[in-house]
């Protein structure tokens, strides 16, 4: 897939996007409105080049841990990752969804209101087309659109918070607040009903376990540089982005073979 203009981006059926909705707004102080606007806004920067920002202010999160609220406050940056969806515009109808589900958001730049964003960055053009790192991550959604299957994206933890002690390192959240965030993915899956669930990695991978979703669960290797030594050993090659992608292409065709 070449042409950009072949893919859309959080094109949700109505009732979907409704559900969706309400769920967010069980975890973020929002409305379904202010959410249809954030999604409209990060929509019309789809295709600019770079990675222009989206904002919301910092309270559209509040702890419900009042020592977290403290350190919130004082924190350098906040991000959100809002779920994505990704197809072919190809006149095709009724495609099976599949999940993809990543642990947290991540922004490395100070910022005074809360950045609003989407898993893997990939509402960026910059992040598909430039960034050697998240190229490599659509470059393999790109491989599950042209098997015919839609794919959605969202985050375990939909919030990332940077210690303010530790520049661009992320705090953990309370207990209270990460299972608020955990007790939504059941019910997020069952609004997009994806005929499996793929996990890159050993954290996100173990997690999703831990949630039993009665769904078909694939983990493989992070196909982040810091897992080179494991991807050198599992392909037995150079673990360059082109030999990573071409084992993706061939392990993950045979692993939904049956849909």
Not at 151 to 176: A, F, Q
Not at 184 to 213: M, R, S, Y
Not at 218 to 231: D, Q
Request: aromatic share 10%; glycine share 6%; charged share 25%.
């Amino acid at each position: 897939m070449s042409d950009s203009s072949r893919l859309l981006f959080c094109k949700f059926k109505a009732q979907e996007f409704e559900q969706l909705c309400q769920l967010l707004c069980s975890v973020f102080n929002t409305t379904p409105e202010e959410l249809r606007k954030l999604y409209q806004d990060i929509d019309s920067t789809f295709d600019e080049p770079g990675w222009p920002l989206h904002f919301t202010g910092r309270e559209f999160f509040e702890s419900t841990d009042e020592a977290f609220r403290f350190i919130y406050k004082k924190s350098p940056v906040i991000a959100v990752d809002l779920p994505s969806l990704m197809e072919l515009d190809d006149g095709k109808i009724g495609k099976p969804t599949i999940a993809i589900i990543g642990q947290d958001s991540k922004n490395d730049s100070d910022q005074e209101q809360l950045v609003i964003g989407t898993p893997y960055g990939l509402h960026h053009k910059g992040s598909r087309e430039n960034l050697n790192r998240t190229k490599l991550y659509f470059e393999m959604i790109q491989a599950l659109l042209e098997l015919g299957y839609r794919v959605y994206l969202t985050d375990l933890l939909k919030i990332w918070v940077c210690n303010p002690e530790r520049r661009y390192v992320g705090i953990k959240l309370p207990s209270v607040d990460r299972q608020r965030f955990l007790k939504l993915v059941k019910p997020e899956l069952a609004v997009v009903q994806p005929v499996a669930v793929i996990t890159w990695g050993k954290v996100a991978g173990n997690a999703v376990d831990q949630l039993q979703l009665g769904i078909k669960h694939l983990n493989y290797i992070h196909p982040s540089g810091a897992a080179s030594g494991a991807w050198k050993k599992l392909i037995g090659h150079s673990p360059t982005n082109s030999n990573k992608l071409a084992y993706w292409r061939a392990a993950i065709a045979q692993a939904l073979k049956v849909h």
